[in-house]
């Protein structure tokens, strides 16, 4: 079982830019494809963000519109979403999560098919 720690989540005013990290437990996590999720209050739970077990490939969800960039470090063990030019309607719990199996990604967005989660990390942002 991975563990996995998100942070880099705060209170920030729109037009400013934050860097969420997952950190993940064990020596495993190269060869699983990672995926950025979120919850706004009131909301289902959305998919941000994917990227393959080697980080050559990336997807994301149409809302993103090119702000956010996910990279991983697969020496540091570590899932990265830079977040920019953050809207009110970002606001939202960030969670990452690791895909099913390993070495596959099937560049999914449903959240149905990530089996380990983070507790998430609280990101707000003002007007």
């Known amino acids: 079982q991975v563990q996995l720690v998100e942070s880099g989540g705060g209170l920030v005013q729109a037009g400013v830019s934050l860097r969420l990290s997952c950190a993940a437990s064990?020596?495993?996590?190269?060869?699983?494809?990672m995926g950025w999720f979120r919850q706004a209050p009131g909301k289902e739970r959305e998919f941000v963000a994917g990227?393959?077990?080697?980080?050559?490939?990336?997807w994301y969800s149409d809302f993103v519109e090119g702000r956010f960039i996910i990279s991983r470090d697969n020496v540091a063990n570590t899932v990265y979403l830079l977040l920019n030019s953050l809207r009110p309607e970002d606001t939202a719990i960030y969670y990452c999560?690791?895909?099913?199996?390993?070495?596959?990604?099937?560049?999914?967005?449903?959240?149905?098919?990530?089996?380990?989660w983070g507790q998430g990390t609280r990101v707000t942002v003002s007007s």
């Open positions: 064990g020596r495993t996590f190269s060869t699983y494809a």
């Open positions: 999560a690791r895909y099913s199996r390993p070495y596959d990604s099937t560049y999914s967005y449903s959240d149905a098919e990530y089996t380990d």
């Open positions: 990227i393959t077990n080697s980080g050559i490939a990336t």
